[in-house]
């Protein structure tokens, strides 16, 4: 019954590949977050989505490319991985845009490229 | 770009202290919302303040909201071990967006 699920917890992967981290909500939310959370524990947000469409985009390379298939998934690619993509992911929805919605945190995905 | 500072980067204290955390901006957010981060997990939200000088309380943490809505605090009343994490400030602006601070780090020792 996890409210926000990310796979995989853990990826390893060379530089130069291509990865994708999936995030699904079973809270029934229209929108869907993806931040990145640095080594030293600074978190950012990515992307936003609402109602599968792309609302926000913070200045992120465009080799990060999310795909919404449903209201409760938000996929997150990344082609030709580099050194500094290595971080842990979240996922995270809540219920509408407004801006004293709770936002729902998935459990991380530490994204580690050699 | 908004930003927001967030200090003491790190606290260690004994059990039984109390302690504040402070987070400041120069920006003004539509809220202010607290979370607290366990290693591997996600963040999870203890608190959202709203309104300018707005206070909430929960449990033996205080939660207050400065009167221009820019600055926030975190106060732990008699801190237990189990209070030991990662706190995260984070401020809401449109399509709820939020801004993070840099977290602060507190070990509370038996």
């Known amino acids: 019954d996890t409210a926000v699920s990310q796979t995989p917890k853990y990826l390893v992967t060379q530089m130069g590949n291509d990865k994708s981290i999936k995030c699904e909500q079973n809270l029934g939310h229209d929108t869907m977050y993806w931040y990145k959370q640095d080594s030293k524990k600074f978190l950012k947000i990515m992307f936003s989505y609402n109602n599968k469409e792309l609302i926000i985009n913070e200045t992120v390379p465009n080799r990060f490319s999310p795909k919404s298939p449903d209201k409760a998934h938000l996929n997150l690619h990344i082609n030709s991985l580099e050194l500094g993509d290595s971080a842990v992911y979240f996922c995270?929805?809540?219920?509408?845009?407004?801006?004293?919605?709770?936002?729902?945190f998935g459990p991380g995905t530490r994204l580690t490229v050699l | 770009t908004q930003l927001l500072e967030q200090s003491p980067q790190f606290l260690s204290i004994q059990e039984g202290e109390n302690l504040t955390v402070y987070c400041n901006s120069s920006s003004v957010f539509s809220s202010l919302q607290w979370y607290r981060q366990e290693p591997g997990e996600g963040p999870v939200l203890l608190v959202t303040v709203v309104t300018g000088g707005e206070v909430k309380k929960l449990k033996r943490l205080t939660f207050q909201f400065g009167d221009a809505r820019k600055d926030s605090s975190l106060h732990i009343t008699a801190a237990q071990p189990g209070d030991t994490g990662l706190y995260l400030c984070?401020?809401?602006?449109?399509?709820?967006?939020?801004?993070f601070g840099g977290g602060t780090r507190l070990m509370v020792k038996p």
């Open positions: 984070a401020g809401a602006r449109a399509g709820n967006m939020l801004t």
């Open positions: 995270a929805s809540s219920p509408t845009v407004t801006s004293t919605d709770t936002q729902y």
